[in-house]
């Protein structure tokens, strides 16, 4: 089970952390992904974590977010910071490839002033 928190609203240049509560799977050896659905577009990829704390970003965010994780407490992290109006949408975690699990509820992220 996969359940994201902390989004809210925030104005552009602020800051916010999101954070998804894992449940019901082996966390710590597998890889794991943030993922965003802006109004009225598809779902897309923002970064991943690997088993061994290995990241990769989307060119939009890199040196603007950061993914962590917690392996003991079961939950993903994604610090976003100088965020953008375009980044405004609803924030889901789960994995980055291969089986992806149901997707739980994300969390809505508004950046606006």
């Known amino acids: 089970q996969l359940q994201a928190s902390g989004g809210g609203l925030v104005q552009p240049g602020g800051s916010l952390r999101v954070s998804c509560a894992v449940s019901?799977?082996?966390?710590?050896?597998?890889?794991m992904a943030w993922y965003r659905q802006p109004p009225g577009k598809e779902r897309e990829l923002v970064a991943s974590?690997?088993?061994?704390?290995?990241?990769n970003y989307i060119d939009s965010v890199k040196d603007r977010f950061t993914i962590s994780r917690d392996n003991i407490r079961r939950n993903l992290f994604l610090q976003m910071n100088s965020l953008e109006v375009e980044d405004t949408a609803v924030y889901y975690c789960?994995?980055?490839?291969?089986?992806?699990?149901?997707w739980g509820r994300g969390t809505l992220v508004t950046v606006s002033s």
């Open positions: 789960n994995r980055p490839t291969g089986d992806m699990f149901p």
């Open positions: 019901g799977i082996n966390f710590r050896i597998i890889a």
């Open positions: 974590i690997s088993s061994d704390h290995t990241t």
